[in-house]
């Protein structure tokens, strides 16, 4: 079973920077892709960053936002800055069962429970 735990979330202020992680076990996800989504209040889930047959950002987050992975750790991170109020939302990471992933939720298999960004004004 492939469990998904994401961290790295918090409060922080417009201008500011969070990297967060997201710890993969039950599967070396090394020739997987994987995926950050978000979701806001009274929204539905979106896309943000992926890692699969290339990289891809959100145009929202293009420019602030890098994914990458720690194959060795089993982790992939999204490092977030210059963060906005209306990027506050849960982040969600996935991991797919191919390495051919890219921006769709539902190319993805497995899902993290979700980490809170907060951005203040």
């Known amino acids: 079973q492939v469990q998904l735990v994401e961290s790295g979330g918090g409060l922080v202020q417009a201008g500011g920077s969070l990297r967060l992680s997201c710890a993969a076990s039950?599967?070396?996800?090394?020739?997987?892709?994987v995926g950050w989504f978000r979701q806001a209040p009274g929204k539905e889930r979106e896309f943000v960053a992926a890692?699969?047959?290339?990289?891809y950002y959100a145009d929202s987050v293009r420019g602030r936002c890098t994914i990458s992975r720690d194959n060795a750790k089993n982790t992939v991170y999204l490092q977030m800055n210059i963060l906005k109020p209306e990027d506050t939302a849960v982040y969600y990471c996935?991991?797919?069962?191919?390495?051919?992933?890219?921006?769709?939720?539902?190319?993805?298999?497995?899902w993290g429970q979700g980490t809170q960004v907060t951005v203040s004004s």
């Open positions: 996935a991991v797919a069962s191919t390495r051919y992933s890219g921006i769709r939720a539902e190319e993805y298999d497995y």
């Open positions: 039950g599967r070396t996800f090394r020739n997987y892709g």
């Open positions: 890692n699969g047959r290339s990289t």
